[in-house]
């Protein structure tokens, strides 16, 4: 079969020379159209993508940080690059003192931060990206040192730490009172610490862990547990979003290729392991724990058989228990007791040898020092007329002019602390005396207080600024054995001291009498720690105590409450936590009977 040449039917032949060339122009103009589009488009492709610029710490391994050659190295720049390599992106690293490249990704000179923990008050300034490590918060302190386990044992302690670092914002956040000693780089940080200088340094433990090693320090160390545990990923400055989101899905890219898991484990490896994910967790769990809850349901059902039997015999083996514990308490209280008397026995022995000891010499002070006193003035007429004649001149390593009056007063405070060392060991004396007597006796109160605290002095003075007494005028007499009650009221005192927690905290203590009931009390007041009301129901129970890491044994209440008893009185106790205690002492006045 053969084709016939095409012809043009004549009505659509276009004679005219002129409509042929428009109409051959309209024909050509969509072509150039596309053709110059594509010119564009191709120009466009060809034109180089903004180089982005990515900041770091040049001192934070294994992180980030600047190897022996000066080139960006670690974690967090290996993870950028091959971000910046799944998503097209063409990045320069820039590596700088911390509070330098924070300054710099305010001002616009970085586009991003390979690596921040991620915190609540600096969502202000940043956004974050999806985390992609943990990075833990340690104290670090020198081998041997006790005192600093948590945040609390930081207040008042010498503490440095990186200026412009996370630590050091919460440091500030917190506001810990302590003494912040900054530097700009760890490496900073632990050569000071190491070297023996301040208390601790906050730096995190991985990164601390490299510092240690590489600068060869053996004499510090992490805490065991750490301070803080925070998120760690990429930041951009606030509103920066597109950005962040293109690093968002590169770093979902890499986690699902595996190569994020590559380079975690390279740089990382088993100190900061991955979190297994919750699926597996799951799986894992029901294929153990669903025979184990079989088991255990099978074995619930089995017990209720034999509850009954169980509670029956449980309760007459409690009540046996019971029995047993309260005879074994008493006995312990009766042992306690005669070794505490025992102890005051050979402590009036004791305190009666030194009085001896101690008064001799004093009273040979006193008599000289009286003698001295009485021939001062003798001699100061003899010295006068030599200072009239002659002029001021030396006596001892002083101008006679200065000591003519020092010399009395030095002499009236000898003669006043030898009074007051022969009253000291009077009152020591009658402290330790045993007194086998009954509580008949008639005993001023306000003395034996007086007594007391002097006892207590020195303990006072150690622990609070604050002490006041106010005795009421006029105190009749208690009935009662005054040696036993002057032991409960030291023991009152000193639980008083013990419980306060700063030398600012007050202690007062204050008499009066009840003559409606024919009491007379003492008020002992703290401004410690106090109590909850459940410590404070079993205060005066044997072997209750709150101090027993400090050494306490839980008698010293019960003794005194059993002493307050035998006499007839009563100990009444008000407290709540953190608003001190209140302790009053009441005991019957003394009255004469027909018989006496």
């Given at each position: 079969?053969?084709?016939s040449?095409?012809?043009v ?5 276009i004679?005219?020379p002129r409509k042929?060339?428009?109409l051959?122009?309209?024909c ?6 596309f ?5 564009a488009?191709a120009?466009e ?9 990515i900041g ?15 080139f960006?190295?670690g974690?967090n720049v290996?993870l950028?690059?091959?971000i910046a ?5 063409e990045?320069?690293i820039?590596l700088?003192?911390w509070?330098?490249?924070r300054?710099?990704?305010?001002k616009?000179?970085v ?5 921040m923990?991620?915190?609540e008050e ?9 985390p ?8 670090w302190?020198r081998?041997g040192?006790?005192a ?6 930081l ?5 440095v730490?990186?200026k ?17 000693f900054l ?6 940080a632990l050569?000071l ?6 208390d ?12 240690l ?12 547990r750490?301070?803080?545990?925070q998120n760690?990923?990429?930041a951009?400055?606030?509103?920066n979003?597109?950005l962040?989101?293109?690093f968002?899905e590169g770093?979902?890219?890499l ?6 898991r590559?380079?975690?484990e ?7 392991p ?5 699926a597996?967790i ?17 074995i619930?059902?089995?017990s ?5 039997q169980v ?11 019971i029995?047993r ?14 070794l505490?008397?025992d102890k005051?026995?050979s402590?009036?022995?004791l305190t009666?040898g030194v009085?001896?000891?101690?008064n001799?010499p004093?009273g040979l002070?006193?008599?000289n020092?009286?003698?001295?006193s ?8 003899i ?8 002029g001021?001149?030396k ?11 020092e ?8 003669l006043?602390?030898?009074h007051?060392i022969k009253r000291?060991?009077?009152d020591?004396k009658d ?5 086998d ?6 005993v001023?109160f306000?003395?034996l207080?007086?007594a007391?605290l002097?006892?207590?002095d020195?303990q006072?003075r ?5 002490f ?14 005054g040696?036993?009650i002057e032991q ?7 639980n ?6 700063s030398?600012?905290?007050a202690?007062?203590v ?7 009931e024919?009491?007379?009390?003492l008020?002992?007041e ?11 129901d ?13 050494g306490?044994?839980g ?13 007839q009185g ?10 001190g205690?209140?302790?009053?002492l009441?005991l019957?006045i003394y009255q004469?009977?027909?018989d006496?």
């Amino acid at each position: 079969m053969t084709l016939s040449p095409f012809r043009v039917h004549p009505a659509m032949q276009i004679s005219n020379p002129r409509k042929l060339r428009i109409l051959r122009a309209v024909c050509l103009l969509p072509i150039l159209f596309f053709c110059l589009t594509g010119l564009a488009l191709a120009e466009e492709e060809a034109a180089p993508e903004q180089i982005l610029v990515i900041g770091g710490d040049h001192n934070y391994p294994p992180y980030e940080y600047l190897d022996q050659f000066g080139f960006p190295a670690g974690y967090n720049v290996e993870l950028t690059k091959a971000i910046a390599r799944v998503m097209g992106m063409e990045i320069k690293i820039r590596l700088d003192d911390w509070g330098r490249i924070r300054r710099a990704l305010e001002k616009g000179e970085v586009d991003l931060l390979m690596g921040m923990a991620h915190t609540e008050e600096r969502r202000s300034e940043v956004d974050f990206s999806s985390p992609h490590a943990k990075v833990h918060q340690s104290i670090w302190v020198r081998k041997g040192n006790l005192a600093i386990r948590s945040k609390a044992d930081l207040v008042g302690k010498d503490v440095v730490v990186m200026k412009g670092s996370v630590m050091h914002d919460y440091m500030l956040e917190q506001e810990i009172v302590a003494n912040l000693f900054l530097v700009t780089t760890l490496t900073d940080a632990l050569t000071l610490l190491a070297s023996g200088q301040h208390d601790c340094a906050l730096v995190a433990k991985l990164p601390g862990e490299y510092l240690l090693s590489e600068l060869n320090l053996n004499n510090i160390h992490p805490i065991a547990r750490p301070l803080v545990a925070q998120n760690y990923g990429f930041a951009v400055k606030k509103g920066n979003l597109s950005l962040l989101a293109r690093f968002n899905e590169g770093l979902s890219l890499l986690k699902k290729s595996g190569d994020y898991r590559k380079i975690r484990e390279k740089w990382l490896g088993v100190l900061q392991p991955e979190g297994i994910p919750g699926a597996v967790i799951v799986r894992y769990g029901a294929l153990v724990l669903g025979p184990l809850l079989l088991v255990l349901v099978l074995i619930f059902l089995w017990s209720r058989t034999l509850r009954k039997q169980v509670a029956l015999r449980t309760g007459e083996l409690e009540l046996e228990i019971i029995e047993r514990k309260r005879a074994a308490d008493e006995l312990q209280v009766r042992q306690k007791q005669l070794l505490h008397a025992d102890k005051m026995s050979s402590l009036g022995i004791l305190t009666s040898g030194v009085a001896h000891e101690i008064n001799n010499p004093n009273g040979l002070i006193q008599l000289n020092l009286s003698q001295l006193s009485k021939s001062w003035p003798d001699a100061m007429a003899i010295l006068e007329e030599h200072y009239r004649s002659h002029g001021d001149f030396k006596l001892g390593w002083f101008n006679y002019s200065r000591m003519r009056e020092e010399i009395p007063q030095m002499l009236d405070e000898m003669l006043d602390s030898s009074h007051k060392i022969k009253r000291i060991v009077e009152d020591l004396k009658d402290f330790a005396r045993r007194n086998d007597s009954g509580y008949n006796d008639s005993v001023d109160f306000a003395g034996l207080i007086k007594a007391a605290l002097r006892l207590v002095d020195n303990q006072l003075r150690k622990s609070t600024n604050h002490f006041s007494v106010e005795l009421a005028e006029g105190l009749p007499p208690f009935r009662g054995n005054g040696h036993r009650i002057e032991q409960v009221v030291v023991n009152l005192v000193l639980n008083a001291s013990q419980a306060l927690t700063s030398s600012q905290q007050a202690i007062r203590v204050r008499t009066g009498q009840l003559p409606e009931e024919g009491m007379v009390y003492l008020e002992v007041e703290d401004e410690g720690c106090g109590m909850e009301s459940d410590q404070l129901d079993r205060i005066t129970d044997p072997f209750f105590t709150t101090r027993r890491e400090t050494g306490g044994t839980g008698l010293g209440l019960s003794v005194s409450d059993g002493i307050v008893k035998d006499h007839q009185g009563r100990l009444e106790f008000n407290s709540e936590p953190g608003q001190g205690m209140r302790v009053r002492l009441l005991l019957p006045i003394y009255q004469e009977t027909d018989d006496e």
